[in-house]
Structures are given as C-alpha cells and as structure tokens.
C-alpha cells in the first residue's frame, strides 16, 4: 500500500491549488475576451439604462450573431468618445461618420444602423425658416456637449450653450436662455413626451439626415468585418425594421 508522507501532501495540495487558479484565471480570461463595454452618449428610446432601446438591441443581437455579449452603458456623449478612444470601454454605440479622424484609436464599422434626422426644437420660434447652418447666425442654440454633429457645424455667429444633459438642454430652452435646442428626432420625441412637454415642438425640415455607425477600439479591430457581416444579416433578415417598428415607430404618433 502506498502511503503520501506530509511532504507528499504538501506538494500534492500546492499542485492542486495552482490547478485551480489556472483554471479560474483562463475562465476569466475566457470571459472577457467575449464580453464587451460599449458606450452610449443616446438618451431613450435609442438607448436606455436598462439596455432596452433600439441601438442597445441592434448591438446585441449583432454582437450575439459572432459570439459576444455586450453590457451597453450611458456617459455624457463627449466622456464617451473618450473612454472608447482610450480603450476604457471597448466602442461607442452609435456615432456619425467621420470621427476616426479625431479619435484615431476608434474604427468604424461600415455597416450603417440606422439614419438619424437632426432637429431643432423651439419654443418660439416654430416658423423660423431653416436654409442650412448658415441661417442659425445671430441666434442661440443649446445643445449636449459632445453632439459632434452640432459642435462641427454651428459657425462662429452662433451663441451656442452647451449642457451636460437632454434636460438641462430643454430647461434652458424652456426658460427662454436659447433660440433652438438641438438633438435627434426620436430621443427629443421621447424626451418631450415622457415629461409631459408641450409648449416645445420640432422646426421642420430636419437639419440634415446623417447615418449611424458603431465604432469599436482597434484592439478589436479583427471584429470590425464580423460585426459588419452581422449587421448586414440583420438588415436582410427583418431583425432591425422589427425593433424600429417595435421601440421607434409609435412615437411617431404622439
């Protein structure tokens, strides 16, 4: 019979312990190299702390399709940018194209999500006639810091008041501080129906209609073809018009 000495043991029990540190570590690790953090600087319903709106959706399902799982999570719109370039988070969630160029460490996934119509919002001044930025000159317009679509466009003859959030955005608007507030339709939508606003409506025509992209780290640069690939499949299968019908479209009557 063969019996372990307490030396034996004591080797047997390091071995042990190390096995299973090993395999928790390549557990974890395994873990992480399939779950991202991806940023949203979007209110509700495009994105939602409960990661229920149309772009958290979109993004799961997508990320889903090649193998990951996503935790969607909301920044201010400029912190956002930030941490995706620096790598603390592992993309952005929706953004207008062109970025890449201020935010080098950033790639864009070529597949567009969706379009988003940029609007201004008024209180008094629902009549103004819109004729391209340059007819913004002489007025106020607040706006969410980090809405690269505004800051790159509003010229210098533009008072422009930045806030950190939708509703301060509104607040000023709503207290007479500014002209216009600009933001995207269906967030502002949202925003005006869920507080129960109606002394603020859209300036038709839209600013402009602009496309959405996601935009990943290049650490993860090998996925930016698979993800688009999946978007893609998305777009033909039905799964993105069914969300937009689902989460979108009924604010459309409100």
């Given at each position: 019979?063969?019996?372990?000495?307490?030396?034996?043991?004591?080797?047997?029990?390091?071995?042990?312990?190390?096995?299973?540190?090993?395999?928790?570590?390549?557990?974890?690790?395994?873990?992480?190299?399939?779950?991202?953090?991806?940023?949203?600087?979007?209110?509700?319903?495009?994105?939602?702390?409960?990661?229920?709106?149309?772009?958290?959706?979109?993004?799961?399902?997508?990320?889903?399709?090649?193998?990951?799982?996503?935790?969607?999570?909301?920044?201010?719109?400029?912190?956002?940018?930030?941490?995706?370039?620096?790598?603390?988070?592992?993309?952005?969630?929706?953004?207008?194209?062109?970025?890449?160029?201020?935010?080098?460490?950033?790639?864009?996934?070529?597949?567009?999500?969706?379009?988003?119509?940029?609007?201004?919002?008024?209180?008094?001044?629902?009549?103004f006639k819109l004729n391209g930025w340059q007819s913004l000159a002489n007025q106020t317009v607040?706006?969410?810091?980090?809405?690269?679509?505004?800051?790159?466009?509003?010229?210098?003859?533009?008072?422009?008041?930045?806030?950190?959030?939708?509703?301060?955005?509104?607040?000023?608007?709503?207290?007479?501080?500014?002209?216009?507030?600009?933001?995207?339709?269906?967030?502002?939508?949202?925003?005006?129906?869920?507080?129960?606003?109606?002394d603020i409506k859209f300036v038709e025509p839209p600013m402009v209609t602009t496309g959405l992209?996601?935009?990943?780290?290049?650490?993860?640069?090998?996925?930016?073809?698979?993800?688009?690939?999946?978007?893609?499949?998305?777009?033909?299968?039905?799964?993105?018009?069914?969300?937009?019908?689902?989460?979108?479209?009924?604010?459309?009557?409100?």
């Amino acid at each position: 019979m063969f019996i372990m000495n307490s030396k034996t043991c004591f080797y047997s029990l390091i071995f042990k312990t190390l096995l299973v540190c090993i395999l928790v570590s390549l557990s974890l690790l395994s873990h992480a190299k399939t779950k991202l953090t991806i940023n949203s600087g979007f209110a509700a319903p495009v994105s939602n702390p409960l990661q229920t709106g149309f772009g958290d959706l979109v993004l799961k399902e997508a990320y889903k399709r090649i193998g990951y799982e996503v935790e969607t999570v909301r920044l201010p719109a400029e912190r956002a940018l930030i941490n995706a370039n620096l790598g603390i988070d592992d993309g952005d969630l929706l953004r207008i194209e062109g970025l890449e160029k201020k935010y080098p460490n950033l790639i864009r996934v070529p597949e567009k999500i969706m379009d988003m119509e940029v609007m201004l919002f008024s209180k008094n001044k629902l009549n103004f006639k819109l004729n391209g930025w340059q007819s913004l000159a002489n007025q106020t317009v607040t706006i969410v810091t980090g809405w690269k679509i505004f800051e790159n466009n509003l010229g210098e003859n533009v008072d422009v008041l930045k806030t950190d959030t939708i509703g301060l955005m509104f607040t000023l608007l709503r207290k007479d501080r500014a002209d216009f507030a600009g933001y995207e339709r269906w967030s502002g939508k949202n925003y005006l129906v869920k507080n129960n606003i109606k002394d603020i409506k859209f300036v038709e025509p839209p600013m402009v209609t602009t496309g959405l992209y996601t935009y990943l780290h290049k650490k993860h640069k090998d996925l930016v073809p698979k993800l688009a690939a999946a978007i893609k499949e998305m777009k033909a299968d039905g799964t993105i018009q069914a969300l937009f019908d689902k989460i979108l479209s009924p604010l459309m009557n409100k």
